[in-house]
Every structure is written in C-alpha cells, then in structure tokens.
C-alpha cells in the first residue's frame, strides 16, 4: 500500500516536473498556441491517448480564442471541450468514436476551457483521474501565465506599431509615400500574404486601390470578390476564408474619422487570424486613419498655402502696373510655377469685339505656335470656352500628351483661357493640379479683367478727362463705369460765333494753330473744374460735369468753368491779336438735367458720351447765346441758386423743344 502511494505521489511529481518543464521552455513572449500544444502532446504521452484536445475563452470568455487537436478533427476537438468544460471534475465525455473518453475543466475562478483525452485500449482509473487534478491545477496557471505575458507581449507589439506610426507620420507627411510604408507594415507585423488599401479620393470620395502586395497573385476576378466582401464592414473583422481561395483566411478594418469612412485595410494569409491579430490590426487601423487624415489636412494645407501665394504673387504683378502683355507674362510665370508643365499659355477674345481668341502670353512661344501643338491647343482650349469649365486631356500620341485649359470667367463673361501644356509626370496632369488651377485662375480671372478694363478706360477716357481724374477712376476700375446709365448732369456748350466766314478768311495753317490754341486753353478750364470732354465738332467744344466722375454740385462747376472759359478765350483773343491774328467771340450755353452717359460706338472705336434732352437743350441754349454771354436753363439756375449771379431773359423757343425760359450767368459769388 505504501509502494503505490509513493509511486503514484513520483507519477505526479514527474507529471508536475514536465509541465513545469514544457512551460518554463516556451517562450512566452510568443504566440503561446505553441506552450499549450507542448502541455497537449505531453498529457497524450503520459496519459497514452489516441487523441487529444484543448479549447481556450477568450479573456472575456465571450469567444474562443485556441482550439487544438492531435488524433481529432477540430470539430471533434471543439464539441468534446465543450462537454469537458460543462464538467466540475474530470470524468467521461459521451463519445462515440473511442471506447473511452475523458474530459477536463480548467477553470480559475471562473471557466477557462476545456480538455479531453480518449483511448480505445482501456478505461481511465482512478489514479489517472487523481492524476489529471492535478495537472489541471497547473494547467490553469499556465494558462493565466501564458495569457498575461502574452497580453503584455502584444500590448508592446502594438505600443511599438503605434510608435512606428507616429514616425511615419513625421517622416512622411505625403499620402503615397504613408500608403506605402503602411502596406509594409502591416505585412511584416501579420506575417501577410496580401494587404490590399482602399482609400476614398479626396476630392470625389471615390473608394479607390491606392495600394497592394499580393504575394499569391491572385486573379483580378478574386480581388474583386475580396472587395465586395469587405465594402460594408464598420468594424475589425475576421472574416473567414477568401471567395473561390479557401486556404486564403482574410481579416479586415474599415478607416473611420469621425463618423466620416474614408476607406478599408484587407489583409490575407494561409495561416488562420487569431484574436490577437485583430487587435493588433485594430490598434494599426485606429492609428494608421488619423494618420492619413492628418496627411490630407497638411496636404491641404500646404495646397492652399500654394495657391496663396500665386495669388498674392499674382496680385503684387497687377499692382505693379505697367505694360499689358508684360503683365499677362509674368502672370503666366506664377501659374506655371503652381503646376510643373512643359509650357503654359493665355489667351483672350480680340479687343476688336470678334469672338476669336488671340495668344496673349506663353512660357514657350516657338513651342505653342508650332503646328503640332497649335491644333489641339486651340481645340482644347474652345472646348474649354464652350463648356465653361476645365478641360483636362490626356494624348497618347502626338506632341501634346496631357493638357489643361481653364476658361477666365468673370461675372459669367468668359474673356479667355489659360493652359498648361505637358505634364512632367508620366501620368499626365493630376486632379491636384487641376484643383490648384481652377482654384487660382478664380484669381487670375479678376486680376486679368482688371487690366482689360484699365486699358478700355484709358482708351475711352484719355483724352475726356484731367490725367489725375483719370488715374484715380483707373483705381477704381469698375466695370460699370462705362456702361450706359441714366445720371443726372451738367452739360456745357461752346463756340465761336461766325466761325464758317473767319475759316474763310484766313490760311488753312493759321486756322489749325488758332483753333488747336483756342481748343487746348478750353479744355484745360473743362479739366480743372473736373469736367470731362466729351468731344469738339469743328470749333465746337462740349462738355459733360458729373459723369463718369461724380459730382452733386456739378451745375456749379459748369458755371465756374463757363465764366473762366470766357476769361481764358478773352486772353487767348489778345494774345492772337498781338500777332496779328483774329479769333471769332465765344457763345456758351449750359443745361442741367437727365441723360444716358456712357461708352458708345463699335469695339473698334468708341467714346465716352451722353445722350438725351438735356444735350439737345445745351446746343439749343449755345446757338442762342450772343458773343461773350452765357446763357443757362431753369434747372441750372436753380442749382446755382446763391453761388452766382443770374439775369433772367426773354424765353425763348428752341427748334424741337418749345418755349423754355433762360437766364444769362452775369459771374460768380
């Protein structure tokens, strides 16, 4: 009796010794699948099992996390642990397969799992049952050893991926070159076959492949299938064995910031996922996603810090001044600056009216104008015009392989169209920098237009206005100036009287030097009292006071120029007859009312005038007014009212007015 004793008590001490044994040489910091395999072969041996197994909980015991078989199938292995875990004690499991079966609960404080050892050679007695207590104490040990060194293992697998995130992160800050990094480690740290990235774009929200390592190619049609399949997941998944790949397991994790998804992670290899892999995936996922938010917010960044500063380069251009098509240069220069391009080129409509664009600029003038490039530039670039959008082409043959055109549109009138000319990317031009240009020349546009309208009013007003006044309306250049508007004015009339009979009388020469002198010292008057000429017709001079330059005491301003006109012509008349020369006596009416003052005339000339009763009543009013006097209207003596002197004359009937009453301007107050 003692001989048994002490030979079962050396049974358990050799039985102790091994499992301490098996767990002690395992390494724990590894998956410990591999310690609870060594604990499985070594109860088979001792306890000469044709078959064994072992299920494990998962930590919350929720889920399994291992199942391990030797001599079963893993259904078989599954269904006897569970019987064995449903067990207080070890004792026989229901089996059909072996004569005899035995199962094990491990449990510490709560279940664990479960093993079962079956033999068909003979029953298990009491003594291998002792025997396997205390085994089971042991094992449940390793179990929650294994476990939390293990855990603590992970836990600094993934510490260690997070940080190696955040490097990339610092390191590359660019979308493709964080895709590619991250592809990489999710291979190495999931020993993965296939990682596949889906991204949506940035710009269409599109889910897109941006990156791939498919070490098995696999079929294109596969690929797909693996796609689909993972389209919808909102969370870390396992998700079993690929479509038409049954030795392909496959694990994915969707990329969500806030509430937004902008894309998934699929990973794939021959060995089966575990637990652990899904955290490990769903610590990378949870970090590598703000990642590539945190890449698209720089790259906007620095995208709108690009166009920024074209912009304000662009601006610092136009309020420099100077020549148009120098401008329109360097404006071009800065475009091409935002974009890499083998040339750029604006065009814009004919100044002429003519609906035909016309090069303005280019950063490669031999380039552009040679027939190659031509054709397609100016194809591309009416489309362009006609649709009013960018227009992006890419050429297989042909000296253009990749093309942008962006229409100037501003207040929906396009005045022409900007491009840019091969890409140096092999790829052509990308959405980035369509975005980047599109985004710009919304600039540009106004900047261009600006100038435009510039040199219209110069052209249109040069000679209508004192050359300050005219600079500072170019300030301003509002595009309404010029159009037609009904504005209230003042409008002034002067002419020599007998001007025909003096023509006459005198050489074509002293003609032109007298009337060029009388001409000038009347527009200089006009000019100093912030008049605009509106234009001389023979010896005529007429004048409009308060358009394009606003005034509201533009009658008196006309009544000031009027009396020094006749001042200046008295001078002028002196200085002519000291040389001998005679200069006819000066006639002024002024009328103050409504007209329609504006540009008018064809795109190949027009002018700066008004129209209306009120400019028919000034000639009127001219015609009637004798040498030297000034004769104005109801309204303007009524505006002057207390700034001058006024007589009241005779009304008088005006061909096609009437009868209209007049007053003579005697002086000023």
Same mark, same amino acid.
């Given at each position: 009796?003692?001989?048994?004793?002490?030979?079962?008590?050396?049974?358990?001490?050799?039985?102790?010794?091994?499992?301490?044994?098996?767990?002690?040489?395992?390494?724990?910091?590894?998956?410990?699948?591999?310690?609870?395999?060594?604990?499985?072969?070594?109860?088979?041996?001792?306890?000469?099992?044709?078959?064994?197994?072992?299920?494990?909980?998962?930590?919350?015991?929720?889920?399994?996390?291992?199942?391990?078989?030797?001599?079963?199938?893993?259904?078989?292995?599954?269904?006897?642990?569970?019987?064995?875990?449903?067990?207080?004690?070890?004792?026989?499991?229901?089996?059909?397969?072996?004569?005899?079966?035995?199962?094990?609960?491990?449990?510490?404080?709560?279940?664990?799992?479960?093993?079962?050892?079956?033999?068909?050679?003979?029953?298990?007695?009491?003594?291998?049952?002792?025997?396997?207590?205390?085994?089971?104490?042991?094992? /449940? &040990? !390793?179990?929650?050893?294994? =476990?939390?060194?293990?855990?603590?293992?992970? +836990?600094?697998? $993934?510490? @260690? *991926? %997070? #940080?190696?995130?955040?490097?990339?992160?610092?390191?590359?800050?660019?979308?493709?070159?964080?895709?590619?990094?991250?592809?990489?480690?999710?291979?190495?740290?999931?020993?993965?076959?296939?990682?596949?990235?889906?991204?949506?774009?940035?710009?269409?929200?599109?889910?897109?492949?941006?990156?791939?390592?498919?070490?098995?190619?696999?079929?294109?049609?596969?690929?797909?299938?693996?796609?689909?399949?993972?389209?919808?997941?909102?969370?870390?998944?396992?998700?079993?064995?690929?479509?038409?790949?049954?030795?392909?397991?496959?694990?994915?994790?969707?990329?969500?910031?806030?509430?937004?998804?902008?894309?998934?992670?699929?990973?794939?290899?021959?060995?089966?996922?575990?637990?652990?892999?899904?955290?490990?995936?769903?610590?990378?996922?949870?970090?590598? /996603? &703000? !990642?590539?938010?945190?890449? =698209?917010?720089?790259?906007?960044?620095?995208? +709108?810090?690009? $166009?920024? @500063? *074209? %912009? #304000?380069?662009?601006?610092?251009?136009?309020?420099?001044?100077?020549?148009?098509?120098?401008?329109?240069?360097?404006?071009?220069?800065?475009?091409?600056?935002?974009?890499?391009?083998?040339?750029?080129?604006?065009?814009?409509?004919?100044?002429?009216?003519?609906?035909?664009?016309?090069?303005?600029?280019?950063?490669?003038?031999?380039?552009?104008?040679?027939?190659?490039?031509?054709?397609?530039?100016?194809?591309?670039?009416?489309?362009?015009?006609?649709?009013?959008?960018?227009?992006?082409?890419?050429?297989?043959?042909?000296?253009?392989?990749?093309?942008?055109?962006?229409?100037?549109?501003?207040?929906?009138?396009?005045?022409?169209?900007?491009?840019?000319?091969?890409?140096?990317?092999?790829?052509?031009?990308?959405?980035?920098?369509?975005?980047?240009?599109?985004?710009?020349?919304?600039?540009?546009?106004?900047?261009?237009?600006?100038?435009?309208?510039?040199?219209?009013?110069?052209?249109?007003?040069?000679?209508?206005?004192?050359?300050?006044?005219?600079?500072?309306?170019?300030?301003?250049?509002?595009?309404?100036?010029?159009?037609?508007?009904?504005?209230?004015?003042?409008?002034?009339?002067?002419?020599?009287?007998?001007?025909?009979?003096?023509?006459?009388?005198?050489?074509?020469?002293?003609?032109?030097?007298?009337?060029?002198?009388?001409?000038?010292?009347?527009?200089?008057?006009?000019?100093?009292?912030?008049?605009?000429?509106?234009?001389?017709?023979?010896?005529?001079?007429?004048?409009?006071?308060?358009?394009?330059?606003?005034?509201?005491?533009?009658?008196?301003?006309?009544?000031?120029?009027?009396?020094?006109?006749?001042?200046?012509?008295?001078?002028?008349?002196?200085?002519?007859?000291?040389?001998?020369?005679?200069?006819?006596?000066?006639?002024?009416?002024?009328?103050?009312?409504?007209?329609?003052?504006?540009?008018?005339?064809?795109?190949?000339?027009?002018?700066?005038?008004?129209?209306?009763?009120?400019?028919?009543?000034?000639?009127?009013?001219?015609?009637?007014?004798?040498?030297?006097?000034?004769?104005?209207?109801?309204?303007?003596?009524?505006?002057?009212?207390?700034?001058?002197?006024?007589?009241?004359?005779?009304?008088?009937?005006?061909?096609?007015?009437?009868?209209?009453?007049?007053?003579?301007?005697?002086?000023?107050?």
């Amino acid at each position: 009796m003692t001989s048994d004793f002490l030979a079962q008590k050396e049974k358990q001490l050799a039985l102790l010794l091994a499992l301490d044994s098996t767990r002690d040489t395992a390494d724990m910091t590894q998956n410990p699948d591999g310690m609870f395999r060594g604990i499985l072969y070594l109860l088979k041996e001792q306890f000469q099992a044709e078959a064994c197994g072992l299920l494990l909980l998962n930590e919350t015991g929720d889920a399994i996390e291992v199942v391990l078989n030797i001599g079963a199938s893993e259904n078989e292995a599954n269904m006897l642990c569970r019987q064995a875990m449903m067990l207080e004690a070890p004792d026989s499991l229901l089996d059909t397969r072996w004569k005899h079966t035995l199962g094990i609960p491990i449990v510490l404080v709560k279940p664990l799992g479960g093993i079962f050892l079956a033999r068909s050679s003979e029953t298990f007695d009491t003594d291998e049952i002792e025997l396997l207590k205390i085994a089971e104490s042991q094992i /449940d &040990s !390793a179990v929650m050893q294994a =476990r939390m060194i293990w855990s603590i293992s992970q +836990r600094n697998i $993934e510490l @260690e *991926t %997070i #940080y190696q995130i955040d490097r990339m992160k610092d390191d590359n800050p660019d979308e493709d070159h964080l895709i590619g990094r991250f592809i990489g480690l999710n291979v190495d740290r999931l020993k993965a076959e296939l990682c596949m990235l889906l991204l949506s774009h940035i710009d269409s929200g599109e889910i897109l492949l941006r990156g791939m390592v498919d070490k098995n190619d696999l079929p294109t049609e596969t690929l797909e299938k693996i796609k689909q399949l993972t389209a919808q997941i909102t969370t870390t998944q396992i998700l079993g064995t690929a479509p038409d790949r049954e030795w392909l397991h496959l694990m994915a994790a969707p990329f969500i910031i806030g509430g937004e998804r902008l894309g998934t992670v699929i990973v794939g290899r021959k060995k089966a996922f575990t637990l652990a892999d899904q955290r490990l995936l769903f610590a990378i996922t949870s970090q590598m /996603d &703000s !990642a590539i938010a945190h890449s =698209r917010a720089l790259q906007q960044l620095l995208r +709108r810090s690009k $166009e920024l @500063e *074209t %912009i #304000y380069e662009v601006d610092r251009i136009r309020d420099r001044g100077g020549d148009f098509n120098q401008m329109l240069h360097l404006v071009l220069i800065e475009l091409c600056k935002a974009v890499t391009s083998e040339a750029g080129y604006l065009m814009l409509y004919e100044e002429s009216g003519e609906e035909r664009l016309e090069l303005k600029a280019s950063t490669r003038e031999s380039l552009l104008t040679s027939a190659d490039y031509l054709k397609t530039i100016k194809q591309v670039s009416s489309e362009a015009l006609t649709v009013g959008k960018t227009i992006h082409q890419i050429h297989k043959d042909g000296a253009v392989r990749s093309i942008i055109a962006v229409p100037l549109i501003l207040n929906e009138k396009i005045i022409g169209v900007f491009g840019v000319v091969n890409s140096n990317s092999v790829n052509g031009f990308s959405s980035e920098d369509r975005r980047i240009l599109t985004a710009i020349t919304s600039q540009v546009d106004t900047a261009v237009f600006e100038q435009l309208e510039r040199r219209r009013m110069r052209k249109v007003l040069g000679r209508s206005v004192d050359p300050k006044v005219l600079e500072h309306l170019l300030q301003r250049a509002d595009s309404n100036m010029l159009a037609g508007e009904r504005v209230i004015l003042s409008t002034l009339f002067a002419d020599l009287r007998g001007s025909t009979e003096w023509a006459e009388q005198i050489g074509p020469e002293e003609l032109v030097s007298s009337l060029n002198i009388f001409l000038g010292g009347m527009t200089e008057v006009i000019f100093k009292h912030g008049g605009t000429l509106d234009k001389f017709v023979g010896d005529q001079v007429i004048a409009l006071f308060g358009s394009p330059v606003r005034m509201e005491d533009h009658a008196i301003h006309a009544a000031q120029a009027a009396v020094e006109m006749q001042i200046v012509h008295a001078n002028i008349q002196a200085e002519l007859k000291a040389q001998g020369k005679h200069l006819p006596d000066m006639g002024i009416g002024v009328s103050s009312g409504e007209v329609i003052a504006g540009e008018f005339g064809p795109p190949i000339r027009t002018d700066f005038t008004a129209m209306g009763r009120i400019m028919n009543l000034g000639a009127r009013l001219c015609s009637a007014a004798s040498a030297e006097q000034v004769i104005i209207d109801q309204m303007t003596r009524d505006m002057i009212e207390g700034h001058a002197k006024v007589q009241s004359l005779e009304p008088v009937t005006l061909k096609g007015i009437g009868s209209v009453p007049i007053f003579e301007l005697l002086g000023l107050k």
